[in-house]
């Protein structure tokens, strides 16, 4: 009896708190965070409902004396630590900020959250504090503090910079940002000397245990591999093997104006004159750049393509450059009068005004006597001491151009382009892209982004579908067909990442469009690798990479390529959101072989019974996935800002989703998931909380992570 009571107890509460953090999410959302912390994550209730949960639980696996697996011990007893820990913090913890100028006096004080005032038991003193840049940009890539601490007669200096924190008695120096003039530097401040070791070895504990969970004998997970067929077992290795090493044509537009007037063709450059003018260079998006990039990005956010009624985009960059009139009334009038199609509108607007100005072409590099080159447009306020010759050739060149254009000498304005880049190639030597980025980043440019490869993939998903449901399997022409289609998908999106991987010079999954680019070829991956043992994927990576490449099609009108913001370039990034995109993959397939069951199998216990046991045994790396993915980024999240847990909307639904999922992983206990209709059904809904993970905070609720 006390054993059900503690069964029920657990569960119960733990379902309760999954409804109460998504509740505190929406409150959040309308009534701000303070009132989120009040009222859910730092109340009592909250507190307590986390406690009944841990003993309740650790009480009920205790006395299940059939659980005595150490594996599966160290999991659960991991989640003892991880809490404990997290309460510890939240009791002893103290988090706040310290604020220091070079050539200051020493700071023996910091400020808390709570604008309390606490001491140091030494003193801290910045030295200096310097910006590290990209080379040839102003685009940062660290921000650096030099400390000295004073205690009583020792002197020690630390290194503070961004995903690299100075540690000393038992306080965490964080790099939090920096003065306007370059002579201050705010540091994030954490003493919390016993929390943080508890909850670190719950997280270690945790991992160790998960990876040693498919190994033990006996397990839930072993005996379904057991029940199925030894081929979709393998399958379902296999599944799992390519995962974790995973870790490691639309053109032109309607031909009438937005008044309905018959559109006339405005003037354009011919097209190899409009290209010699992409092949500049520009400083554009806090780096250096081909023109060409700029005028694919300006074309796709007036136009919502990479071209307007055939021309290229550097023909339509050109266009507005020197034939504005002509171009002027072909700007996309946006009719709605919400806020949201006000602000585009004015958005396009403003794109236009730049360029037609020249006030985003910075095209002109200038070295100063230091030797640092700093970017220029024709009409930007340049630097005195110039030389005269050298002033005249920025303020006048393209205006030279733009008048063999209206003698319409074409060649002479392309021989005009040529001398402009042969100027940037001298003033600017050794700061300029390699020839070989260069070429890269020209091919990346002139490859269709992934809208009409999108809408083929879901075609073909719902055709594969529909048969293998009225089927028995697929025919070898179809099944032929679909891996072919499968594979150039999966080499198409590898070109892509590939190449915006070479020019950023980092692993591209830094936001929305690449981290879709990324579960896409994903899933593509599986059904090109797998389909031959597993067909019933290729329909699922079909649909799953299909959807994914729709979504990132969405925000395709502005994917520009940038680098890394310091505080970002991080390997355990890299590893988190690799982490996270594959258990998405695979808790997309549970979804669609939970729909795939309910539809074919909808009167046949057997089938649906077998699939269940497919789904089952890739639930289990896929919430383990999951669990991994979400605490390596709150390591992330404590090494870069000071904190692993902040109560972030994509922090709490992430967690969520661990809860939610986390019942279908206990079917010896919940007799309730040995029905396999049941368990298909749960699957299918379960998958929302994924769905709100990722798209409902990123498009609703918003937060730190809403970038992502």
């Given at each position: 009896m006390?054993?059900?009571?503690?069964?029920?107890?657990?569960?119960g509460?733990?379902?309760?708190?999954?409804?109460?953090?998504?509740?505190?999410?929406v409150?959040?959302?309308?009534?701000?965070?303070?009132?989120a912390m009040?009222?859910?994550y730092?109340?009592?209730?909250?507190?307590?409902l986390?406690a009944?949960t841990?003993?309740s639980?650790?009480?009920?696996?205790?006395?299940?004396?059939?659980c005595r697996?150490l594996?599966?011990?160290?999991?659960?007893?991991a989640?003892?630590?991880?809490?404990s820990?997290?309460?510890?913090?939240?009791?002893?913890?103290?988090?706040?900020a310290?604020h220091l100028?070079?050539?200051?006096?020493?700071?023996?004080?910091?400020?808390?959250?709570d604008m309390?005032?606490?001491?140091f038991?030494?003193?801290?003193?910045l030295?200096d504090?310097?910006?590290?840049?990209?080379?040839g940009?102003?685009?940062?890539t660290?921000y650096?503090?030099l400390?000295?601490?004073?205690?009583?007669?020792?002197?020690?200096?630390f290194?503070?910079?961004?995903?690299?924190?100075a540690?000393?008695?038992?306080?965490r120096f964080?790099?939090?940002?920096?003065?306007?003039?370059?002579?201050?530097?705010?540091?994030?401040v954490?003493h919390?000397?016993?929390?943080?070791p508890?909850?670190?070895?719950?997280?270690?504990?945790?991992l160790?245990?998960?990876?040693?969970?498919?190994?033990?004998?006996?397990?839930?997970?072993?005996?379904?591999?057991s029940r199925?067929?030894r081929?979709?077992?393998?399958?379902?290795?296999?599944?799992?093997f390519?995962?974790?090493?995973?870790?490691?044509?639309?053109?032109?537009?309607?031909d009438e104006?937005?008044?309905?007037?018959t559109a006339?063709?405005?003037?354009?450059?011919?097209?190899e004159?409009?290209?010699e003018?992409?092949?500049?260079?520009?400083?554009?998006?806090?780096?250096?750049?081909?023109?060409?990039?700029?005028?694919r990005?300006?074309?796709?956010?007036?136009?919502?393509?990479?071209?307007?009624?055939?021309m290229?985009?550097?023909?339509?960059?050109t266009?507005?450059?020197?034939?504005?009139?002509s171009?002027?009334?072909?700007?996309?009038?946006?009719t709605?009068?919400?806020?949201?199609?006000?602000?585009?509108a004015?958005?396009?607007q403003?794109?236009?005004?730049?360029?037609?100005?020249?006030?985003?072409?910075?095209?002109?590099?200038?070295?100063?006597?230091?030797?640092s080159v700093?970017?220029y447009?024709?009409?930007d306020?340049?630097?005195?001491?110039?030389?005269?010759?050298q002033?005249?050739?920025?303020?006048?060149v393209?205006?030279m151009?733009a008048?063999?254009?209206?003698?319409?000498d074409?060649v002479?304005?392309?021989?005009?382009?040529?001398?402009?880049?042969?100027?940037?190639e001298k003033?600017?030597?050794?700061?300029?892209p390699?020839?070989?980025?260069i070429?890269?980043?020209?091919?990346?440019?002139?490859?269709?982004?992934?809208?009409?490869?999108?809408?083929?993939?879901i075609?073909?998903?719902?055709?594969l579908?529909?048969?293998y449901?009225?089927?028995?399997?697929?025919g070898?022409g179809?099944?032929?067909?679909?891996?072919?289609?499968?594979?150039?998908?999966?080499?198409?999106l590898?070109?892509?990442?590939?190449l915006?991987w070479?020019?950023s010079?980092h692993?591209?999954m830094?936001d929305?469009?690449?981290?879709?680019?990324?579960?896409?070829?994903?899933?593509?991956m599986?059904?090109t690798?797998?389909?031959?043992?597993?067909?019933?994927i290729l329909?699922?990576?079909?649909l799953l990479g299909?959807?994914?490449l729709?979504?990132?099609?969405?925000?395709?009108?502005?994917?520009?390529?940038a680098?890394?913001?310091?505080v970002?370039?991080?390997?355990?990034?890299?590893?988190?959101?690799m982490?996270?995109?594959?258990?998405?993959?695979?808790?997309?397939?549970?979804?669609l072989?939970?729909?795939m069951?309910?539809?074919?199998y909808?009167r046949?216990?057997?089938?649906?019974a077998d699939?269940?046991g497919?789904s089952?045994?890739?639930?289990?790396?896929?919430?383990?996935f999951l669990?991994?993915?979400?605490?390596?980024?709150a390591v992330?999240a404590?090494v870069?800002?000071?904190?692993?847990w902040?109560w972030?909307?994509?922090e709490?639904?992430?967690?969520?989703?661990?809860?939610?999922y986390?019942?279908?992983?206990?079917?010896?206990?919940?007799?309730?998931?040995?029905?396999?209709?049941?368990?298909?059904?749960?699957c299918?809904?379960a998958?929302?909380?994924?769905?709100?993970t990722?798209?409902?905070?990123?498009?609703f609720?918003?937060?730190l992570?809403?970038?992502s």
């Amino acid at each position: 009896m006390f054993e059900k009571i503690c069964k029920y107890l657990s569960f119960g509460s733990i379902a309760v708190l999954a409804l109460y953090m998504a509740a505190m999410t929406v409150l959040e959302k309308f009534s701000g965070t303070e009132a989120a912390m009040r009222w859910g994550y730092h109340s009592v209730p909250f507190i307590v409902l986390w406690a009944v949960t841990a003993v309740s639980g650790l009480v009920f696996y205790v006395m299940r004396t059939e659980c005595r697996h150490l594996a599966t011990s160290g999991i659960h007893l991991a989640f003892v630590f991880i809490l404990s820990g997290a309460l510890i913090t939240r009791i002893d913890g103290v988090q706040g900020a310290l604020h220091l100028r070079v050539g200051a006096g020493p700071a023996t004080e910091f400020m808390t959250e709570d604008m309390r005032t606490l001491s140091f038991p030494f003193s801290v003193s910045l030295e200096d504090f310097e910006i590290e840049y990209y080379p040839g940009t102003y685009a940062p890539t660290d921000y650096v503090s030099l400390l000295k601490i004073q205690d009583g007669t020792e002197e020690t200096e630390f290194t503070v910079a961004m995903n690299r924190i100075a540690r000393y008695r038992g306080y965490r120096f964080y790099q939090s940002g920096y003065d306007e003039d370059g002579l201050g530097s705010t540091l994030a401040v954490s003493h919390d000397p016993v929390g943080v070791p508890v909850t670190y070895t719950g997280y270690a504990l945790l991992l160790l245990s998960m990876a040693g969970f498919f190994f033990q004998k006996d397990s839930r997970f072993r005996s379904v591999l057991s029940r199925i067929s030894r081929k979709a077992a393998a399958s379902v290795l296999f599944i799992c093997f390519v995962a974790a090493a995973d870790a490691g044509a639309e053109s032109g537009l309607p031909d009438e104006t937005p008044d309905g007037r018959t559109a006339v063709s405005p003037k354009c450059l011919p097209e190899e004159i409009a290209d010699e003018y992409g092949r500049m260079y520009i400083y554009y998006n806090d780096r250096i750049c081909p023109v060409q990039t700029l005028a694919r990005d300006f074309t796709m956010k007036l136009y919502g393509k990479a071209s307007y009624r055939g021309m290229t985009p550097e023909q339509v960059l050109t266009g507005w450059i020197f034939f504005p009139d002509s171009w002027s009334e072909t700007l996309p009038q946006d009719t709605g009068t919400s806020a949201k199609a006000m602000k585009k509108a004015r958005e396009k607007q403003e794109a236009a005004m730049l360029v037609c100005t020249a006030g985003i072409l910075k095209i002109f590099p200038i070295r100063d006597d230091a030797g640092s080159v700093r970017w220029y447009s024709s009409v930007d306020r340049l630097p005195a001491g110039m030389e005269p010759d050298q002033w005249l050739f920025v303020r006048k060149v393209m205006s030279m151009a733009a008048e063999s254009i209206v003698r319409k000498d074409f060649v002479e304005a392309g021989n005009i382009f040529a001398k402009v880049r042969e100027y940037q190639e001298k003033t600017a030597a050794g700061l300029l892209p390699g020839d070989s980025r260069i070429a890269a980043e020209r091919l990346y440019n002139s490859i269709e982004r992934p809208k009409a490869v999108s809408m083929v993939c879901i075609a073909a998903g719902i055709i594969l579908f529909v048969v293998y449901c009225l089927s028995s399997g697929f025919g070898r022409g179809l099944r032929f067909a679909g891996a072919g289609l499968s594979g150039a998908v999966f080499l198409y999106l590898t070109l892509l990442m590939g190449l915006r991987w070479y020019i950023s010079a980092h692993v591209p999954m830094s936001d929305g469009f690449e981290v879709m680019l990324l579960l896409a070829w994903h899933t593509m991956m599986l059904g090109t690798f797998v389909q031959r043992k597993f067909p019933l994927i290729l329909p699922f990576a079909f649909l799953l990479g299909g959807f994914a490449l729709l979504v990132a099609s969405i925000g395709e009108s502005d994917p520009a390529i940038a680098y890394l913001m310091p505080v970002l370039s991080s390997p355990l990034l890299s590893v988190h959101v690799m982490t996270m995109m594959i258990s998405y993959t695979l808790l997309g397939l549970v979804m669609l072989n939970g729909v795939m069951a309910l539809v074919k199998y909808g009167r046949s216990r057997t089938g649906m019974a077998d699939a269940a046991g497919m789904s089952l045994a890739v639930l289990y790396p896929a919430v383990f996935f999951l669990v991994a993915g979400t605490f390596i980024g709150a390591v992330w999240a404590n090494v870069s800002w000071g904190r692993y847990w902040a109560w972030d909307p994509k922090e709490v639904w992430a967690l969520i989703t661990i809860l939610v999922y986390s019942f279908a992983l206990h079917g010896r206990s919940l007799k309730v998931f040995s029905n396999p209709r049941f368990f298909h059904w749960f699957c299918v809904l379960a998958f929302l909380c994924v769905l709100v993970t990722y798209f409902g905070v990123n498009y609703f609720l918003g937060g730190l992570h809403s970038y992502s």
